[in-house]
């Protein structure tokens, strides 16, 4: 019997499994490659990650980084890449470092550097998630981490000023978008009908760019112009995390709603059949009640019946 796993992550919002790029790239793959996790959202009432999420927790083993994860369910013969080849295997590693070069700085200064989008959302939507008084602490600590690692990829020459920085950053995202778009194409999945590891990356990156209500939506305007890759995510919540494409599910898809939805649908058969069970018997044959015949008593006060002449 193969080990529990429990995947520890952030929450979601405005129709999103999870607002959070990594722990949205993983909840993917799992959901893809039929990997059977039990979905953790951090709230006030779970312990404050330490680390980097998503983690994944295996009876002693955890693991932190989508890479990682992905590898070690891999292992665990959850592998949504089987039937690719070698050159397919190779795109995807060369699609997933273009979407961390070029996509991902774009992705964390919307979320987290942008000000007017950080104040207005970012920082309230996690603070609301983790208990005080880290939550007056985290969020500012996730936000200079976020532009220490844009600056270490972009910030060198010929880029100096941030300003100078952001400008080329939105360039290389809009570039990045164009190309994946054109890659997709008409088709459902980047490798044909059945979605892999680089569907579960891009997922992972572009949901929240076209999912999430910021106030400066210039990314998020670029993306709705490339209709197949605005499908693409909708088609994926809709089928995988059975969310509508106006987000009006709820969020997430924890362990408690998966349970109440399946009591739901256990009650509405059961209230089928019992409907079914209600229509035969009206259009079956009625009979008249059979009247109940008087017994009488025989000589010696025995009675006179058929059960008396089968008893010895």
């Given at each position: 019997?193969a080990?529990p796993?429990?995947?520890s992550?952030?929450g979601?919002?405005?129709?999103?499994?999870s607002?959070?790029?990594?722990?949205?790239t993983v909840?993917?793959?799992?959901?893809?490659?039929g990997?059977?996790?039990t979905?953790?959202?951090?709230?006030?009432?779970?312990?404050t990650?330490?680390?980097?999420?998503?983690?994944?927790?295996?009876?002693?083993?955890?693991i932190?980084?989508?890479?990682?994860?992905?590898?070690?369910?891999?292992?665990?013969?959850?592998?949504?890449?089987y039937?690719?080849?070698?050159?397919?295997?190779?795109?995807?590693?060369?699609?997933?470092?273009?979407?961390?070069?070029?996509l991902l700085?774009?992705?964390?200064?919307?979320?987290?550097?942008?000000?007017?989008?950080?104040?207005?959302?970012?920082k309230?939507?996690?603070?609301?998630?983790?208990?005080?008084?880290?939550?007056?602490y985290?969020?500012?600590?996730?936000?200079?981490?976020?532009l220490?690692?844009?600056?270490?990829?972009?910030?060198?020459?010929?880029?100096?000023?941030?300003?100078?920085?952001?400008?080329?950053?939105?360039?290389?995202?809009k570039?990045?978008?164009?190309?994946l778009?054109?890659?997709?194409?008409?088709?459902?999945?980047?490798?044909?009908?059945?979605p892999?590891?680089?569907?579960?990356f891009?997922?992972?990156?572009?949901?929240?760019?076209y999912?999430?209500?910021?106030?400066?939506?210039?990314?998020?305007?670029?993306?709705?112009q490339?209709p197949?890759?605005c499908?693409?995510?909708?088609?994926?919540?809709?089928?995988?995390?059975?969310?509508?494409?106006?987000?009006?599910?709820?969020?997430?898809?924890?362990?408690?709603?998966?349970?109440?939805?399946?009591?739901?649908?256990?009650v509405?058969?059961?209230s089928n059949?019992?409907e079914?069970?209600?229509?035969?018997?009206?259009?079956?044959?009625?009979?008249?009640?059979?009247?109940?015949t008087?017994l009488?008593?025989?000589a010696?006060?025995?009675?006179?019946?058929?059960?008396?002449?089968?008893?010895?």
């Open positions: 019997m080990a796993m429990e995947l992550c952030w979601g919002d405005w129709g999103l499994p607002v959070h790029p990594e722990s949205l909840m993917a793959y799992a959901k893809f490659s990997a059977p996790l979905v953790n959202t951090i709230n006030k009432s779970w312990r990650p330490k680390g980097d999420l998503p983690v994944l927790v295996s009876e002693d083993i955890v932190s980084q989508p890479a990682k994860i992905l590898n070690f369910l891999r292992k665990q013969k959850y592998n949504a890449d039937d690719l080849s070698a050159k397919q295997g190779a795109d995807t590693l060369a699609y997933i470092a273009l979407l961390e070069e070029k700085p774009a992705l964390l200064h919307t979320f987290w550097i942008e000000a007017e989008n950080y104040c207005s959302v970012t309230p939507w996690f603070a609301s998630r983790i208990a005080f008084p880290l939550s007056l985290l969020p500012g600590k996730m936000s200079r981490e976020a220490n690692r844009i600056l270490l990829t972009k910030g060198g020459p010929p880029l100096y000023s941030l300003t100078e920085v952001e400008a080329q950053i939105y360039r290389d995202a570039e990045c978008l164009n190309l778009s054109k890659r997709l194409g008409t088709s459902q999945f980047f490798f044909g009908d059945t892999t590891t680089l569907d579960a891009v997922f992972g990156f572009l949901a929240p760019i999912k999430v209500c910021f106030p400066r939506v210039h990314l998020q305007e670029h993306l709705k490339l197949n890759l499908r693409f995510c909708d088609d994926i919540l809709t089928c995988y995390f059975r969310l509508t494409v106006s987000g009006h599910s709820p969020a997430g898809q924890d362990t408690a709603d998966a349970n109440l939805q399946k009591l739901t649908q256990l509405n058969k059961e059949l019992i079914k069970m209600d229509d035969n018997l009206r259009k079956s044959p009625q009979h008249p009640p059979r009247k109940l008087t009488k008593l025989a010696g006060g025995e009675e006179s019946s058929p059960m008396s002449r089968l008893s010895p």
